[in-house]
């Protein structure tokens, strides 16, 4: 049986990688593998459309700008069929168009930039994390969403 090593993360969550640059997909999945995730990828929303009902993925990370379908359409589309789980929106637009978690269907939105790598790895593991134990009031079930990575800390 191998071990973990202390730098893995001790999950064995799915996560859909979209993005249709093969040069960030390569990238984002190695540090997220590296990790301990599973990573199933996708260059397109119509391929992740397909593979979130194959696979029903714990997180989903997509990018903005793709075609046909972009990440906030792509968002919408699984969001419409009922998907709770997190989703994380990547963009180096982020800040200019205004992306946040209220008007992207995001549970959190990162702008692409030199700390873009911490921060997918920082929000990853937090919003993958499983409570230690249910929430015990309706405020606490009603938590708010996150922001965007310039306004979370």
């Given at each position: 049986?191998?071990?973990?090593?202390?730098?893995?993360?001790?999950?064995?969550?799915?996560?859909?990688?979209?993005?249709d640059?093969?040069?960030?997909?390569?990238?984002?999945r190695?540090?997220?593998?590296?990790?301990?995730?599973?990573?199933v990828?996708?260059?397109?929303?119509?391929?992740?459309?397909?593979?979130?009902?194959e696979?029903?993925?714990?997180?989903?990370?997509?990018?903005?700008?793709m075609?046909?379908?972009?990440?906030?359409?792509?968002?919408?589309?699984l969001?419409?069929?009922?998907?709770?789980?997190?989703?994380?929106?990547?963009?180096?637009?982020?800040?200019?168009?205004g992306?946040?978690?209220?008007?992207?269907?995001?549970?959190?939105?990162?702008q692409?930039?030199?700390?873009e790598?911490?921060?997918?790895?920082?929000?990853?593991?937090r919003?993958?994390?499983?409570?230690?134990?249910?929430?015990?009031s309706?405020?606490?079930?009603?938590?708010?969403?996150?922001?965007?990575?310039?306004?979370v800390?």
């Amino acid at each position: 049986m191998r071990s973990v090593s202390p730098q893995r993360a001790p999950s064995s969550a799915l996560i859909l990688l979209v993005d249709d640059n093969r040069d960030g997909v390569i990238a984002r999945r190695s540090v997220l593998e590296e990790l301990g995730y599973e990573v199933v990828t996708a260059c397109c929303g119509v391929d992740a459309l397909r593979l979130h009902e194959e696979r029903n993925p714990d997180l989903v990370i997509t990018d903005y700008r793709m075609s046909p379908m972009d990440g906030l359409e792509l968002i919408a589309h699984l969001r419409k069929r009922g998907f709770q789980k997190p989703i994380i929106l990547l963009s180096g637009f982020a800040e200019t168009l205004g992306m946040r978690s209220e008007n992207t269907g995001a549970d959190l939105v990162i702008q692409k930039s030199s700390n873009e790598v911490a921060n997918l790895v920082r929000y990853t593991k937090r919003l993958l994390l499983v409570p230690k134990k249910p929430a015990s009031s309706e405020s606490a079930r009603k938590e708010p969403r996150m922001r965007s990575t310039s306004e979370v800390s």
